[in-house]
């Protein structure tokens, strides 16, 4: 294809994965009523933009969605998918739960004004100091992952804490192997044997309330039987009053991605439920990925251009410092520049970091990018900000939430200060 414009319908098209009401200003993509440029100009780049307004119907069609078609259920946000105080604050706000793994996020969600009896506290290897904070904290549930779990609460709890027992399924799922979760194989859970054991000595407690099971097959999953037969396999335990189905929904990354919509992950869910488990049970999901991923985008500057015979390449201000999931889970993203939206010749986007892993899309169609452009990656709202990193002494980027034509910043860009201040080392 060549260089130019092309039919508005065509442009139009690239806005499908870029959140909530995207628009085209001229020649130029918006964002939450906010213009591209004007967001480069007031916050720099690069850094991730969420809308709010997006945000928060993603999180109340989930919410209402389940209760339509279970009443005796809840959604638990996974927050590890984006863990920052004013994603806790809008989920909470939205009446979902929290599902925190580890002190930090524990910390954040309490910050936040979340209320910590809908907490779910994971982790397969929670330090006595963690579960401490979350008894202390009043977390409404800790997920018991393996027996030490138990000695530690038992040891810690003075009152009653309610638990669910965690249990693999053995369930494999179509998705990279760093974040399948459900397999015989996994760290995450106990076997069904070994789950049997835990939930008699859990029944014998004085302190610990068995309320039930918990499991989890992975994430950016895009079928739902995994789900159907984690669920048939895990009501082979009994009867209980509280299932956590996990989460691990896909998100649309791509333009040629086809992923379960939120109504069809559920119908599947519910459906699965109704055949194999009790109809008094309370339901759990915690989607993180699905629930956050595409309310996002980040914006970059272009710093460098080559092109020749054999592979041309565009070069950004970010890169593997701000998004990992393509070099450790092979993530096809997509992009257009933000300042002249439209298809163009291809081009390698790659990030500015010396390692030559550091590639953000292997091949999109640009529009004649220059030096100076903006890059608008699509779909970043999911593990990009969890995973962020210092590689080459770079800045953690700043998130940006847009709603109704304003902008504003809920966590700061990090600065070199910030990179010093840990530094015991001072001469």
């Known amino acids: 294809m060549s260089s130019q414009e092309g039919p508005d319908i065509e442009r139009e098209s690239l806005l499908e994965l870029f959140p909530g009401r995207a628009a085209l200003q001229g020649d130029e993509l918006v964002i939450g009523g906010v213009a591209a440029s004007a967001l480069a100009e007031q916050f720099d780049t690069p850094a991730l933009i969420i809308d709010e307004e997006a945000l928060r119907a993603r999180a109340q069609r989930y919410r209402e969605g389940f209760a339509q078609r279970w009443p005796n259920s809840r959604v638990i946000w996974a927050s590890k998918s984006l863990p920052c105080t004013a994603l806790y604050r809008v989920m909470h706000e939205q009446g979902l739960g929290i599902d925190v793994a580890g002190g930090g996020e524990l910390a954040m969600a309490l910050r936040a004004g979340a209320d ?226 439209g298809r163009g010749d291809s081009y390698a986007l790659v990030g500015r970091h010396c390692e030559s892993g550091d590639q953000l899309i292997e091949s999109v169609e640009l529009r004649d990018p220059v030096v100076g452009d903006l890059v608008a990656v699509a779909v970043t709202g999911a593990y990009c900000l969890t995973m962020a990193n210092n590689y080459n002494g770079a800045l953690r980027p700043p998130i940006i939430m847009v709603r109704d034509g304003h902008a504003r910043e809920v966590l700061r860009r990090e600065t070199y200060d910030d990179l010093l201040r840990r530094d015991c080392d001072v001469f």
Do not use: C, W
Not at 311 to 331: C, H, I, K, P, T
């Open 116 to 341: 910590p009896s809908t907490f779910v506290l994971h982790g397969n290897a929670k330090s006595d100091r963690e579960l401490a904070m979350a008894v202390e904290a009043g977390v409404g549930t800790v997920v018991i992952d393996n027996f030490d779990d138990i000695d530690r609460l038992e040891r810690l709890v003075r009152g009653e804490q309610a638990v669910l027992v965690r249990v693999l399924p053995s369930v494999s799922a179509d998705t990279h192997d760093a974040i399948s979760t459900g397999h015989a194989n996994s760290k995450f859970g106990l076997s069904m044997s070994d789950a049997r054991r835990a939930i008699d000595r859990l029944r014998a407690s004085d302190t610990l309330r068995l309320d039930g099971l918990h499991f989890h097959v992975g994430s950016q999953i895009l079928d739902t039987a995994p789900f159907t037969r984690a669920i048939e396999a895990v009501a082979q335990l009994g009867d209980f009053a509280v299932y956590d189905l996990g989460g691990g929904l896909g998100a649309r990354y791509t333009y040629d991605m086809r992923v379960p919509s939120i109504e069809e992950y559920l119908d599947a869910l519910v459906g699965a439920a109704r055949e194999h488990l009790p109809s008094s049970a309370r339901l759990l999901i915690e989607p993180g990925r699905s629930m956050v991923a595409e309310a996002a985008m980040t914006l970059y500057r272009v710093v460098t251009v080559k092109r020749n015979a054999q592979r041309s390449f565009v070069a950004v201000d970010g890169g593997m410092g701000d998004n990992l999931e393509v070099s450790l889970y092979g993530q096809a993203f997509d992009a257009t520049l933000a300042n002249r939206v």
